[in-house]
């Protein structure tokens, strides 16, 4: 099963590429700029998510995919990276896998050239962390 984590950020990376989640059935599109905000998600990525996951905004999707986000959150889901991209793709855990990635309608994806979506980082536990590994292999 997918987890509520995993599904937002699969959401997230498609956004970092200008795919929209589209909301009320089709009648709305979602696209925060930015989505990452220093370590965090920007505030506009949070208030997109909040509109997605309310059962008021109707069937939710990610644009050129077929499977709401309230499908990826019950047990028959899971996300796992495309084979083609490595980008986030939902992945049915019984029965026949989705027929597309949602790349598949990106004309230059994929692209080794450029930075590729990622989720939010913070510098300073990252630097932490290499600062231990540093002081452990020193003491070695």
Known sequence: MASKHQVRQYIAYWFQLGKKVLIHNGKEALLPQPVIQGDRYSE???SCWQKIISPESGDCYLEGTQETIAQLLTPGWDVSPCGRCEMPVPIKTVGMP???CPCNDLPNW???EVPQ???PVSSQSR?????DRL???SGQ
């Open 44 to 46: 506009e990525f949070e």
């Open 98 to 100: 989705p027929e597309l």
């Open 110 to 112: 994929p692209n080794t």
């Open 117 to 119: 979506p990622r989720s």
């Open 127 to 131: 630097l932490i962390e290499i600062r």
């Open 135 to 137: 002081q452990r292999a």
